[in-house]
Structures are given as C-alpha cells and as structure tokens.
C-alpha cells in the first residue's frame, strides 16, 4: 500500500472550478483506477485503465476526466461538470499477474 | 454488469463474539471475491480473498466462504476484538487482465466492550 501515493490528502474548490487529484504509484503495476466514495456508500468506479495510452469509463464518467502518458501516474480532473463532486476518492492499482487491488490514502474534496 | 448486494449495514457485537457479513453476486462469470476493511478516514485495505475453485478459506480469526450455486460468499470473524470495528466491503470480479472490482455497499461493525 505504501508504494500508491495521492495529493492532496484535502482538496477545497470553488463552485465551476476544476481540479485535479493525483495518484502516483512505484509498484510498476499496470492497472489503475479511480473510486468515488460517499458517507455511507460503497466505491463506485469512475474510471480505470489497464495500459498506458488507454482507459474506459467506469459506472459513474460524467464529470470526470483521466490521462495516462505514464504507468506510474492516472491524474483525475473533476470538472465544473460535476453536480455534486464532495467526496473522497480513492486511487488503486493492481499488476496483472495478481488479482488484488491496493488502494492509496485517498484525497477528500470538498466544494465550498 | 456485475451487482453485489451486502447485508447488514450495521453490526453490533460484544467483545468476544463471533460477527458474520453476507454479500450476494448477480454475475455467474464472477470468479474472485475479496474483503476490504476500512477504518474511518483510511484506505480500504484487502484482509481476505477467494477464488471460485475454493469453497472457504481462513486466516486467523478471519474466514471466507462461498457458495457458487447460490452466488452467496459470507465474511466470518471470530473472537471480535474492538479493534475489528471498521467498516467491511466484500467485492467481486472476473480475473484476467486487471478487472473490474464490484463493491457491496459495506458494512459498520462495531465491537463493544
């Protein structure tokens, strides 16, 4: 777990600003993924990818955005399209020899 | 796509006890089925898993089990201490090439004194 590194650990926007969270792994794993988490609620997939250069949309896409030019990065953008973007989310990774996913300590936005 | 379903949300138990979660699968082809813990504020980190060739599975105080048939797999955890309370989400995935995880909705338990 300690190898999958996300900034900031608190994120505060303003309404119709976009922000960017960070994830950054040295696990050389070639999965990433994106996790949306509210109070009380499950993960909810926001988007993964499983090389570098491509990635698909999980269940909830709309208002985010992910690049990924290098293995050891998946930046996530929350764009002003997103609602309700509160929340914690959660960075994980995953080598495709093994099926276990390892998850980084999380960025908690809060829009003001 | 995959659906999983987990109950209680909520757990109490004392100290000592044994605490059981259940979660249930919609997708035949799921074939991997791993626990997370959370605690408040931190990252959910992975305590269990198991595969569909296997029918339970322990470490410790902890076990698995499955059920294939019914696309049951319960959570079991034995001698509760207070530091078991966190939160519990069961998840399920098809392996290969770096899958997909569906998370259950999780569950609070919370071991008393």
């Known amino acids: 777990d300690g190898g999958i590194t996300q900034s900031p650990k608190y994120l505060f926007r303003k309404e119709g600003q976009n922000v960017t969270l960070s994830c950054e792994q040295n696990?050389?794993?070639?999965?990433m993924y994106w996790y949306r988490q509210d109070p009380g609620q499950g993960l909810r997939l926001i988007y993964y990818?499983?090389?570098?250069?491509?990635?698909q949309k999980g269940d909830i896409a709309e208002g985010y955005s992910v690049s990924r030019e290098k293995k050891e990065s998946f930046p996530l953008t929350v764009t002003s399209a997103q609602k309700n973007p509160t929340a914690f989310y959660l960075c994980?990774?995953?080598?495709?020899?093994?099926?276990?996913?390892?998850f980084g300590p999380g960025t908690r936005l809060t829009v003001l | 796509g995959e659906n999983v379903e987990q109950h209680p949300s909520t757990l109490s138990v004392q100290e000592g006890d044994s605490a059981v979660i259940k979660c249930t699968y919609s997708?035949?082809?799921?074939?991997?089925f791993p626990w997370y813990k959370q605690e408040l504020g931190k990252r959910p980190q992975l305590i269990i898993d198991?595969?569909?060739?296997?029918g339970e599975k322990k470490d410790q105080r902890i076990a698995v089990t499955l059920n294939k048939t019914a696309k049951h797999f319960s959570l079991h955890i034995t001698e509760t201490q207070p530091e078991d309370s966190a939160v519990y989400f069961c998840?399920?995935?098809?392996?290969?090439?770096?899958?997909?995880?569906?998370f259950g909705t999780g569950t609070r338990l919370q071991v008393t004194l």
């Open positions: 198991i595969r569909s060739n296997v």
């Open positions: 990818s499983q090389i570098v250069n491509d990635f």
């Open positions: 994980a990774s995953q080598s495709w020899s093994t099926d276990t996913q390892y």
């Open positions: 998840a399920a995935s098809i392996t290969g090439t770096a899958s997909k995880l569906t």
């Open positions: 696990l050389n794993h070639d999965a």
């Open positions: 997708d035949s082809a799921s074939n991997y």
